[in-house]
């Protein structure tokens, strides 16, 4: 109870004291030299890294080092980008690398790095009625699954991982709108649709993370493998992580934000992703340090310096 | 993670930190639902009095009104206080979005029309004679609006505790407003028992989702016990 | 000390209750109201007590026209009139605190809460005047009763001490014991004359013309919208001037 009612007083506390923040920052930017010591960090993810437990992993030192708090906002990836859009996060860890560079050409993101990365898997039922099991062709494997109409549940929720199965779908050549009712669209997070997908024996794609943290309640196979096993490119699922523009909403936390990019995107940090596991497995691959220079992480792909329009003369309107 | 913590309750011993991380979900439910209800209560019932006893054009209207407000659903007023407290919305420079402040915010809409809907018609029930007496006896006119609220006691407390019961079984606006945000060393800042329910039946651990839907139902049946209570026996009052 | 209406009209919308109506009653006389049922004896008791103002005709107290004060001084006012409905209207509540009400609201804010409070340990601090009054009517021993745990005659008489608890000048009685049996009615009339005994003034409306007849030292004739006559009970009930008031008296007169 004591415990809880510091909290509280510490929070009543932080709120004045944010509140206070928002006015001086109005009237001029003096005591930015006050450091980052008792603010609070929000953070929008996504369920996938959510509920793994990784975010416990990698915040609880974060926090320790610098002496802050992190929220963390397990929200799909499209929501936790438009809560970032409004100014109500301060770094977005998300997985939907198309959202994830119309965010910055918006100029509501700045100092993007690549994170980590696993991949996505498609799971099913064992008695795998449109026969895929062992295939390493996730294209043709997702037409079996058409052709057979055999259940198959979509996230249905703009979610990183729905944006990567659309993107499989897109592939085939199929229109998902043309789909009959074997596909069912949820809109739910990861762990729902699992949930869903082992009460009726069906596919769906599931990010490996999620899916191995759960395998032991539920009775799904992996049936087409992703990169990480040596399965499709197709099926890599790269995590980004990218700071609020702060020449955009004033408010946002901008130089705690760098500080935990930087703080896990260190040697540090890295490792912390690299020896998380959940059921003895690994989970996620560090995928930041990299000794060879790679610009392309910063910026959205395709993205070179002839281009007009120059992020911070947009972003300053 | 506390040792005392578990050292002061042997039934949870093995697990210290899922035992802390239930309570302080308790006490972050039970911080934003009273608080709430407690606000709604203070703004409802001088309304309840005020319309209960006068007589004006568009009563009928009002009344409707504030018997549909006790349909709200809660997405809706989520999304509402969202708008409001995000930092792009008319409150935004409190800072407001994911905080217990945010969720009392919106758990204030949701609870005021039901407190003031039932203590309307709680109060609405005291006789006119009733009130005629404090009156004649040298009561004030806010001595007369308390013989009301004494009158009508046990139909307000139905009120209020009928608001709590909205608040604390709703999800989906502490959801959107709240963040459902825990902190990395498994205390609750933002989590409520249902957004926690929610939470752990999605990851699978329908073990502890299982013990958070055990208390929130606990305290649900408390709080009817207690309405059932103050229906049937007088609640003492000398 | 004089209670006093003057020429007072008053109506509800456009339906006009009485017209040019005046009535008086001094501390130390008792003052009835005969008249038959709906003819507006509610009525003119709540103007005497102050609940509404008159639509014409004013409403004085020693003199000072009491709807030309300032709402503080008409409370003042208030609080030296007490009132028993027909109903007896009592508060959900013990009958100590029943018949202390009256005392409670005159106290300061400070006092009250503190009563509360001492209340709610089980001590009971300034409600000697109410168990006086409830003694008056026979029901001390009833003091820590539920008031709903009451027959109504009982309940009647709480009204009736919770009226007189706080010394009031004048008390207004609105057909008091028309709900109650012989026995109650005889407690209430009793308390009637202990009260004017004491140097109450009191005003009783009723429709029993010898209850009129048993308590009243002057009685008023309340007929159509008018009152037909005022003057010692005796007079009126003996030789009544108005043909109308000899009717009604001798119950020929059906309204």
């Known amino acids: ?8 007083v510490a929070a009543l506390a932080a709120g004045g004291a944010a509140g206070l923040a928002g006015c001086s920052t109005l009237t001029g930017d003096d005591g930015g030299d006050a450091g980052i010591s008792g603010e609070t960090l929000t953070l929008t993810t996504t369920t996938s890294t959510y509920n793994t437990g990784l975010l416990d992993e990698l915040n609880a030192p974060f926090e320790d080092r610098y002496g802050v708090s992190v929220d963390a906002v397990s929200q799909g990836t499209g929501q936790a980008l438009e809560t970032a859009r409004n100014g109500d996060s301060d770094v977005v860890m998300v997985h939907a690398r198309s959202l994830e560079d119309e965010f ?9 790095r690549d994170l980590m990365y696993n991949d996505f898997v498609v799971i099913g039922g064992p008695n795998d009625p449109a026969g895929i099991g062992g295939s390493d ?4 494997a997702f037409t079996a699954i058409a052709d057979s109409e055999s259940s198959f549940v979509s996230r249905g929720d703009d979610s990183g991982t729905h944006t990567k199965e659309l993107e499989i779908w897109d592939e085939t050549g199929l229109n998902v709108d043309e789909f009959g009712e074997w596909y069912q669209e949820a809109g739910q997070g990861m762990g729902d649709v699992i949930n869903m997908a082992t009460q009726q024996g069906a596919y769906t794609l599931a990010d490996r993370g999620t899916y191995l943290d759960m395998q032991d309640e539920v009775d799904l196979e992996i049936h087409v493998q992703g990169p990480i096993e040596g399965g499709p490119e197709l099926l890599a699922n790269p995590y980004g992580i990218v700071a609020v523009n702060p020449a955009v909403h004033d408010n946002v936390e901008y130089d705690l934000a760098m500080a935990y990019i930087g703080f896990i995107t260190s040697p540090e940090g890295q490792d912390l992703i690299e020896n998380y596991t959940a059921n003895g497995e690994q989970l996620f691959y560090p995928e930041s340090l990299s000794e060879e220079p790679n610009f392309q992480q910063y910026v959205p792909e395709g993205w070179s310096a002839d281009n007009t329009g120059n ?4 972003s300053d309107e | 993670m506390s040792l005392e913590s578990a050292a002061t309750v042997p039934l949870f011993a093995e697990f210290p930190f899922e035992w802390n991380y239930i309570r302080s979900i308790i006490v972050v439910s039970l911080y934003v639902s009273v608080a709430a209800v407690a606000l709604s209560t203070l703004c409802s019932l001088p309304i309840a009095l005020a319309v209960g006893f006068t007589d004006f054009r568009g009563k009928g209207l009002l009344t409707s009104i504030i018997n549909t407000g006790m349909g709200f659903p809660s997405v809706v007023v989520g999304l509402a206080v969202l708008f409001t407290v995000s930092n792009e919305g008319p409150l935004g420079s409190l800072e407001l979005v994911f905080t217990r402040e945010a969720m009392i915010m919106s758990q204030f809409v949701l609870a005021a029309p039901v407190v003031t809907g039932v203590s309307l018609a709680a109060v609405s029930s005291v006789e006119q004679n009733v009130r005629d007496a404090a009156y004649a006896m040298g009561g004030t006119r806010l001595d007369v609006a308390l013989v009301t609220i004494k009158e009508a006691r046990y139909g307000i407390a139905t009120a209020v505790l009928a608001g709590f019961g909205r608040a604390i079984s709703e999800v989906g606006s502490v959801l959107i407003v709240g ?11 933002t989590r409520t028992l249902t957004t926690a329910i929610q939470l752990e039946a999605q990851r699978g651990r329908f073990e502890t989702a299982m013990i958070l839907g055990v208390v929130l139902l606990a305290i649900v049946l408390v709080v009817n016990g207690i309405v059932v209570r103050l229906g049937s026996d007088g609640g003492g009052y000398r | 000390m004089t209670l006093e209406a003057t020429d007072v009209s008053h109506g509800y919308g456009n339906e006009t209750v009485f017209d040019g109506v005046s009535l008086s009653v001094s501390t130390g006389e008792v003052v009835a109201i005969i008249g038959p049922s709906g003819v507006g004896k509610s009525t003119l008791l709540r103007l005497l007590a102050l609940f509404d103002a008159p639509d014409r005709g004013t409403i004085s107290y020693d003199g000072e026209d009491v709807w030309r004060q300032p709402e503080g001084r008409r409370l ?18 013990s009958v100590r605190r029943n018949a202390a009400y009256g005392l409670r609201v005159r106290q300061s804010w400070p006092e009250r809460i503190r009563h509360g409070f001492a209340q709610l340990v089980g001590e009971q601090n300034g409600t000697g005047d109410a168990v006086e009054a409830l003694e008056t009517v026979g029901l001390a021993d009833k003091v820590d009763q539920d008031a709903d745990s009451l027959s109504g005659g009982e309940a009647q008489r709480v009204a009736f001490a919770r009226a007189l608890a706080y010394d009031p000048e004048i008390l207004l009685l609105d057909e008091p014991t028309s709900d109650l049996d012989p026995r109650n009615t005889a407690v209430i009339e009793d308390a009637v004359l202990q009260a004017r005994d004491r140097g109450i003034g009191v005003v009783v409306a009723t429709h029993d013309m010898h209850q009129a007849r048993r308590v009243a030292d002057r009685t008023a004739v309340l007929l159509g919208d008018e009152i037909l006559e005022v003057d010692r009970t005796e007079r009126v009930f003996d030789d009544p001037r108005d043909d109308r008031t000899r009717q009604f008296i001798d119950g020929e007169l059906i309204y």
């Open chain 1, 137 to 140: 062709d996730v294209t043709e």
């Open chain 1, 1 to 8: 109870m004591t415990i809880q009612r510091r909290e509280f």
């Open chain 1, 104 to 112: 910055m050409e918006e100029g509501y993101g700045v100092n993007r």
């Open chain 2, 179 to 189: 963040g459902n945000i825990a902190s990395a060393d498994g205390t609750s800042k």
């Open chain 3, 76 to 93: 003042e006012h208030r609080r030296r009139i007490g009132m028993v409905f027909q109903d007896a209207s009592l508060f959900d509540a």
């Open chain 1, 311 to 314: 992020s911070s003369d947009s």
